[in-house]
Structure formats: C-alpha cells, structure tokens
C-alpha cells in the first residue's frame, strides 16, 4: 500500500474513532492545522514533476475533500449525542405529583386586573388600541398639545426632563402624546385609546412617581359634546357594572380641549369608604372635552374634523371600584396586600364584554 492509501486509511480510522468535539477538532488540526500532516503534504506538491504532481495533488484533494464530509458528519453526530444526553439528564417526570403551591395560587395585579378590564370595555366600544414611548420629546408632550414654552400649565406636571436642555426629552407627563402620534398618521375616521405609564414628581397618599393612565380619542365629522357624554356614561356604568350610575359633567381646563369638563359620579362617603352609585355626594373620576383647534392645527388636520378626548388614572379607578385606600400600596410589593386585592388568573368575569 503506498504512502497516500496509508495517509487515507489512517484519516478515516482516526475519524471514526473519535468520541468528542475536542478530539475532532484535534483531528482537524492535526492533519489540516498550519502545520498538519495533509497540508505538509500539499505545500510539498511544488518540489514534484508535473505529472507526479498532478496525480498526488488529485489524490489528496480528494482525501480533503472526504475528510471534511466524515468531519461535518460526525461533528453533527456528537452534537445531537450531547443533546440527547441533556435532556436525559433535565427529564421530566410526568407522573410526579404537582407542587402543593401552584400557578394558579398566584395573583394578578390590581393594575393589570384593571388595565385588562379597560381594555376589554373600550374595545367593546369600537376604540382601537394604540400605545407610544415613556421617552418623549418637548414637541408631542407639550407643544403639539396646546402647552406652548412657559405656558403655566407646565408648571402643573411636575415634569422629569432628562438631557443637557431642558426641552430635549421627558418622562412623558401624560398620555396624550400618543394622541398625537395617532393624529399625525392623517387616518380618519379615528377611535382609539392609549394605555400606559406616566411620570410625575410627585410622591404622596394619591400620587406616586410612576403611575398608569388611559387616554381616548375619536375623531371624525360631526363628533360632538353628545357623543362624548354618551360615551363616557356607558364606559363608566359598564365599568362599575353600574346601569343606574349617575353623572354630572363640570366645566374645567385642559389646554388640549375646548370645552373642557370633568366628570363625577355619584357615591357615598362614609367613615373613609366609598360606595360607588349610593348616597348624594359626588366624586370626581376623570377629565374630557372636545380637541381644541390648535391642536388639530399642529398636525395640520383639516378645521372639518371634530373629536373628543377623555383621560383617566388607572390606579385611581382600581382604588375606586376596589376599595383601595392607599395609591402607594400598588407599588410596596407586599405579597399579603397582593393576596388580599389580587385576582385570581382563573377569574375573568369582568372580561366578558367582548
């Protein structure tokens, strides 16, 4: 057997007598490394005669070329051997009984539980779910909604700006800018809503840094003050799950809407709880109005449009309807309040409106 039929026996034995990745590669380098026996040979092709050259130099192409066959072959081989033995080792066994405290002894979030309802309701209404950035620029939290540079109302949002310049970017102070956003895209008509955190410096029994709000916009021809308040009345009774809820309508100031009001429901107060639908006195749960012409001239819409925008807090509905004293619990991580006010992630009764 010359010396090439016994180059070739010997890289195929030494292939398939190899049990690892480590040992294979070993292998590659030792006959194809810089300084590896297939590639000593091949440099030594250049001292031979021209027909000698060209036999061996076929001959151990062709051993190359077979070798990186068996290689790739067997490389694939150990990793599924690799695999197969892992998965041996992470078994599962099915039969097992399941741990005493399981998935479904957890509990949603009051927030969540909330926004899940939110989103259920104003979706039966035929609003479409829209969402923006935390970060925003001066533009969409400010300007474009009517609260030009040192206008007053920017004192009332105990802004977070982040950058060198004052007007680069903020913690969005609300969620309107994403009314903007959606505005901007020129599609009408237009019925949405904005769920999402916002940030204010502000830290108290009813204010906490961080908190969620929801924003609604419906924009088209001929959208009026009536459609707004027969929105707003079936929102709330549907979520209070209230048909005889009462309301009034309060004239306010937002920069963003003219007119602008806030809206209270009815309730009871009594000894620090409040009975949502009962009693004489009022309390205040959001604030709405018509979009003020400014704002649809910075996005430059056509003055034939009209719409109305409603915004409300999260956490404020949650504790309304929950009973829930203090704004900061929401965010303690106390386990024990969580098993008291959380939901169970088997209960989607108030869900049910799609």
């Not at 479904?104 to 309701?121: A, L, R």
């Not at 009536?226 to 306010?252: G, H, I, T, V, Y």
Request: proline residues 4%; contains cysteine; aromatic residues 12%.
């Amino acid at each position: 057997m010359d010396r090439i039929s016994q180059l070739t026996h010997s890289v195929l034995d030494d292939i398939d007598n190899c049990r690892d990745l480590e040992s294979l590669e070993n292998l590659r380098v030792k006959y194809f490394g810089k300084n590896g026996v297939i590639t000593s040979e091949l440099k030594s092709l250049s001292t031979l005669e021209k027909e000698e050259k060209k036999e061996i130099g076929k001959k151990l192409n062709l051993i190359k070329n077979t070798f990186f066959e068996k290689f790739e072959k067997k490389k694939k081989n150990i990793e599924v051997l690799i695999i197969n033995e892992k998965l041996k080792e992470e078994d599962v066994d099915v039969s097992l009984p399941s741990r005493e405290n399981n998935y479904f002894d957890s509990k949603i979030h009051p927030i969540t539980q909330t926004i899940n309802e939110i989103v259920s309701i104003l979706g039966a209404l035929g609003l479409t779910y829209e969402e923006g950035p935390d970060i925003e620029d001066d533009f969409h939290n400010f300007t474009a909604l009517n609260i030009p540079e040192n206008h007053p109302a920017r004192q009332m949002h105990d802004t977070f700006y982040l950058g060198k310049n004052s007007n680069d970017y903020v913690l969005r102070t609300h969620t309107s800018p994403v009314q903007i956003r959606a505005l901007k895209k020129n599609d009408f008509p237009l019925k949405i809503f904005a769920p999402g955190r916002t940030y204010r410096c502000d830290s108290d029994l009813t204010h906490t840094p961080m908190f969620h709000q929801v924003e609604g916009l419906v924009v088209d021809e001929n959208i009026t003050f009536a459609n707004l308040k027969w929105f707003l009345e079936k929102f709330c009774r549907m979520f209070f799950d209230n048909e005889n809820l009462e309301f009034r309508f309060r004239p306010s100031y937002f920069p963003f809407t003219e007119p602008s009001a806030e809206v209270d429901i009815k309730c009871k107060i009594s000894s620090g709880k409040i009975s949502i639908g009962d009693g004489n006195q009022w309390l205040e749960i959001l604030g709405c109005g018509m979009v003020h012409p400014n704002v649809f001239a910075k996005v430059g819409i056509e003055q034939k449009l009209s719409g109305f925008a409603f915004g409300m807090g999260i956490e404020r509905l949650a504790m309304l309807k929950y009973g829930m004293p203090d704004l900061r619990n929401f965010y303690d991580g106390d386990l024990r309040w969580l098993n008291h006010y959380g939901f169970s992630f088997l209960d989607n009764s108030d869900l049910s409106w799609k």
